[in-house]
């Protein structure tokens, strides 16, 4: 939060989609002074200069000395080995991860930088990666989830709450194993579907075909497994259970669905596609 009129001093850590997005959204805010960054690619730190998604590239140890806030916006695996790396930052810098599992993380994060940690998961993003798919209208609307385990400081969640309220977003609060049980079924499950359809239909048709016959059927299901296979194995890695435990349940669903047509239950099959249109009643 802003104390006496002091603007905060930002750094952003992982320069592509979610953390370009944010540059250019923490740039606008009256709150926020200047907005740095960090990238291990040295191309993703000149792109994003370039861009303006930020407004200067700093060192990694620069940007633990001058910021008074600190975004992880890598793959969840990197995240774990960078926390152990931010154990010497400064008790009053909010440290906020953004990562698509919170549970491994928070279990991780080291007991010197646990009062100041802050674990987050905006639930936004597109197919697309690298710090060219960043747009500034990226967060606006979307939810974040906060997982507050009891021992992040108050102040630094306060902290975090406001910046993400300035940043146009719908804040929900949620401990880390509910936040992965339920992620698991609404986002990491229908990757794992994607990548799977993918693959079958690229052994079962060739290019010609694809082109000439994907409707919007297959385009939407399709979209996200172009999404980062770097950063989804990591994501599958840390949240596994939850994931094969949606997968268990998605495999059940798929069952009756091949027993009704193996059995021409039309009646049966019929009343099982109506009740999946009830979804229309929440989105």
Not at 100 to 125: D, V
Request: proline share 2%; aromatic share 6%; glycine share 6%.
């Amino acid at each position: 939060m802003v104390i006496k009129g002091k603007k905060m001093k930002v750094g952003i850590i992982g320069l592509g989609l979610i953390g370009g997005s944010l540059g250019l959204c923490l740039k606008d805010m009256k709150l926020i002074d200047r907005v740095y960054g960090y990238d291990l690619s040295k191309e993703n730190e000149k792109t994003a200069l370039d861009l303006g998604l930020v407004n200067e590239i700093l060192s990694f140890d620069e940007i633990k000395q001058k910021c008074d806030v600190i975004f992880l916006a890598i793959p969840v695996e990197a995240i774990i080995s960078t926390l152990n790396n931010l154990k010497d930052t400064k008790k009053d810098t909010t440290i906020i991860d953004l990562g698509s599992a919170k549970f491994k993380i928070l279990q991780s994060c080291p007991a010197e930088i646990r009062s100041n940690f802050i674990a987050a998961h905006p639930m936004a993003g597109t197919e697309n990666s690298g710090p060219k798919a960043a747009f500034k209208e990226l967060l606006n609307g979307a939810v974040v989830v906060i997982c507050d385990d009891k021992s992040a400081d108050e102040v630094h969640i306060k902290r975090a709450v406001e910046i993400f309220s300035f940043a146009g977003m719908k804040i929900v609060f949620m401990d880390a194993a509910s936040h992965d049980h339920h992620v698991a079924i609404i986002s990491h499950l229908p990757h794992a579907i994607s990548y799977s359809l993918v693959n079958s239909v690229l052994k079962e048709e060739n290019k010609r075909n694809i082109i000439n016959l994907a409707g919007g059927s297959f385009t939407g299901m399709s979209r996200i497994a172009k999404s980062s296979p770097e950063m989804w194995v990591d994501i599958f890695k840390q949240n596994k259970n939850n994931i094969l435990n949606s997968i268990d349940a998605f495999k059940i669903e798929l069952d009756k669905c091949v027993k009704m047509l193996e059995n021409d239950e039309w009646d049966k099959l019929s009343k099982w596609m109506f009740e999946a249109r009830k979804l229309r009643e929440i989105l």
